[in-house]
């Protein structure tokens, strides 16, 4: 079994320089028993999950600046199937670029992704109808929350 600091220290191995935050969301992300550590098989789901993220990252970075711009983020998580209305987007943007270059480094990425991947599986598990609309109680709602 592998904690968030022994998965820290393999994607550093590996050339990903994440943080002890971010690893732990990948864990939240694959740990499908919720124990707080993953098992070699979710180990490599996690992994193909970040060398897929970086294969798509490099091919939006055209001008391999190191930072995808707000239109290439955009275009990315188009393409992983997200439309999302302009203000969520933007909203989406501060939270993942608290510098305000205007993009997103590698690691942001990954944040931004684990957190739109993990909402997507809470949200789908109150979507029993696969509608893309879900009703919440309050206690619900803080309930799904607590789990991104």
Do not use: W
Request: aromatic share 10%.
């Amino acid at each position: 079994r592998i904690d968030a600091h022994e998965l820290s220290r393999a994607l550093s191995q590996g050339g990903y320089q994440f943080s002890l935050g971010l690893t732990e969301k990948l864990i939240r992300m694959f740990d499908r028993d919720g124990g707080g550590t993953i098992e070699f098989h979710e180990f490599s789901q996690l992994n193909g999950f970040i060398q897929s993220m970086a294969a798509g990252f490099n091919a939006r970075d055209t001008d391999r600046s190191g930072t995808l711009e707000g239109p290439e983020v955009r275009q990315a998580l188009a393409a992983s199937g997200y439309q999302l209305q302009e203000h969520t987007f933007q909203s989406l943007m501060r939270k993942f670029d608290p510098e305000r270059h205007g993009g997103l480094k590698f690691d942001d990425y990954i944040g931004l992704s684990c957190l739109l991947g993990t909402a997507s599986q809470v949200f789908a598990r109150h979507d029993p109808h696969r509608q893309g609309q879900a009703v919440f109680s309050f206690d619900q709602f803080v309930g799904a929350c607590s789990q991104i």
